[in-house]
């Protein structure tokens, strides 16, 4: 269902890379809230090709961006405003991979030039994407930045590897710049932590079933799904939030405050 909360807007979203993907949802609710979008994802991503239908039904462009490219990263914003005809009221980070999660690296074990590519895409892609949109003066007054993190950030899920070192990095990343985009022109920048979601990135990491089942018992409202996460990016895209800036905020279900769970325990 439709409120307008987004009537007029410009929007860019990253990592919609299939149905399951956050950003895939994120991108269908902008489009329904009436926002006219760009989507964007790594040139790998668009080769594998679910996007283009995406892309034809909510009637967004599709430009290809490696997201640690500055060369691609200007490229993408200022085709943005182009296309979308102004400077953009929102932008959503939804970008991650770990090649020492993909091959099974072991905490103790890392690989630390593939820990350096994590870190280059799953934090400071952040980071470079917001210094694009800062030098080119690309968002507009009161716009709206989100990027996606995990509670790995703040406590230990062993499975979860150097992303729980990428996503600490993220969310700092999230508050500095917050302060430089508040004092410049009153754009907001917030992270939100996610439930544990079925998608490619979520299921990639060892033990994903029996962790998703875990939180799902632990948290009072079970796991947040990704709909409802799109809901929540929503409501920060929106005029409703103007004054959220610099925060790191759960949108898990109640997990994150759990001590205890009687469930879990099967009591
Ligand atoms: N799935 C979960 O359990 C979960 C929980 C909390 C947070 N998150 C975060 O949500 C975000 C989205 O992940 P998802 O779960 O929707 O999975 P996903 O696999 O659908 O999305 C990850 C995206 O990152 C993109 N990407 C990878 N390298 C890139 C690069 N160099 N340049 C541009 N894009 C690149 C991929 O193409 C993909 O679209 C990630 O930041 C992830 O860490 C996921």
């Not at 994590?118 to 930045?145: E, N, P, R």
Request: with cysteine; charged share 20%; glycine share 8%.
């Amino acid at each position: 269902m439709s409120n307008n909360l987004l009537a007029g807007k410009r929007g860019v979203i990253s990592g919609a890379l299939n149905e399951q993907s956050i950003a895939w949802k994120v991108a269908e609710k902008c489009v329904e809230q009436g926002a006219t979008i760009v989507l964007t994802n790594a040139p790998v991503a668009m080769r594998m090709g679910e996007i283009k239908g995406l892309s034809e039904r909510l009637n967004a462009e599709v430009i290809s961006c490696d997201a640690t490219n500055m060369e691609d990263l200007n490229n993408l914003f200022s085709r943005s405003q182009e296309i979308l005809g102004g400077k953009l009221d929102f932008v959503l980070h939804s970008i991650g991979m770990s090649v020492n999660v993909r091959k099974g690296k072991h905490y103790t074990d890392l690989n630390h030039e593939w820990t350096k590519q994590t870190m280059d895409i799953s934090a400071m892609s952040f980071h470079k994407m917001m210094q694009v949109l800062y030098k080119q003066d690309a968002m507009a007054d009161w716009g709206s930045i989100v990027g996606l993190t995990y509670m790995a950030a703040q406590r230990v899920f062993p499975d979860y590897n150097e992303m729980a070192d990428a996503k600490a990095m993220l969310e700092s990343i999230g508050r500095s710049f917050g302060y430089h985009f508040g004092v410049k022109n009153h754009v907001r920048v917030n992270t939100i932590s996610q439930s544990p979601t079925w998608t490619t990135a979520g299921s990639g990491v060892k033990g994903f079933k029996e962790f998703f089942d875990y939180a799902q018992k632990m948290s009072p409202l079970g796991n947040a799904p990704a709909e409802a996460c799109a809901d929540y990016c929503i409501s920060l895209f929106s005029d409703f939030t103007r004054f959220v800036t610099m925060q790191n905020l759960f949108h898990d279900g109640g997990f994150s405050n759990m001590g205890m769970n009687p469930a879990v325990l099967g009591l």
